[in-house]
């Protein structure tokens, strides 16, 4: 079967840095998506990785190793704002998309 | 405002009652999605749509059913509510299937 794992919950604190992992195993790949999802609201599109490597966005980074199924999401200088749900999601051969169950971040000062 | 537009914020719905819920896109967006989010699991998608004219089950479509008519609107109805429908209902739309999704606000429906 297809599977995304991702941690439940993490906790950092304001200013320092986080990096939230997710290991895939799928029926083909073609992308891999990271949403924001803030409590009672909507996933927002945050990062789309193809290709290996690392691929920055401001204080948002997204790295991807396809050979290892698995992929991180960097976030540095970490502000209250952060505190969140995020999704991974994985294309796969069909181009329909599987999602995690997401990770909540919680921010301390 | 560009966008996606659910409708209703939310409900509560006695089982076995019959309930549509609303999404219409001002993007012209392609492809359309609806997607149930319950706790501890990841999104899983009910039906899609690449095209107008189209659609298609996806992982949960077992007492749901959608149509999409025109470009803009992917209504999604429960033929006759159980509890186990309840749930937050997300509707979603890409310009292609390789592009990100755009989500509306979500619908949270309770079946009593």
């Known amino acids: 079967g297809q599977n995304i794992d991702q941690p439940t919950e993490m906790t950092a604190t304001e200013g320092a840095i986080v990096q939230i992992n997710c290991t895939y195993q799928?029926?083909?790949?073609?992308?891999l998506f990271w949403y924001q999802q803030h409590a009672g609201e909507a996933p927002t599109f945050l990062s789309y990785?193809?290709l290996d490597g690392l691929e920055e966005k401001g204080r948002f980074s997204s790295f991807l190793s396809r050979s290892k199924g698995y992929s991180y999401l960097l976030l540095k200088e970490l502000q209250m704002k952060d505190s969140a749900s995020y999704l991974c999601?994985?294309?796969?051969?069909?181009?329909?998309?599987?999602w995690g169950a997401g990770t909540k971040l919680i921010i301390k000062p | 405002i560009a966008g996606i537009t659910q409708a209703p914020t939310s409900q509560i719905l006695a089982a076995g009652r019959r309930m549509t819920l609303r999404c219409t896109q001002d993007m012209r967006h392609n492809a359309m999605y609806w997607y149930r989010q319950d706790l501890g699991l990841g999104l899983r998608l009910i039906h899609y749509s690449n095209t107008a004219g189209t659609t298609g089950k996806g992982e949960v479509p077992d007492g749901y059913s959608v149509s999409r008519a025109n470009t803009d609107d992917f209504p999604l109805t429960l033929a006759s509510a159980v509890p186990s429908q309840t749930s937050v209902y997300f509707c979603?739309?890409?310009?292609?299937?390789?592009?990100?999704?755009?989500f509306g606000n979500g619908t949270r429906l309770t079946v009593t």
């Open positions: 799928t029926s083909g790949f073609n992308g």
């Open positions: 990785n193809v």
């Open positions: 999601a994985v294309r796969d051969s069909n181009y329909q998309l599987i």
């Open positions: 979603a739309s890409s310009d292609d299937s390789n592009s990100p999704l755009h």
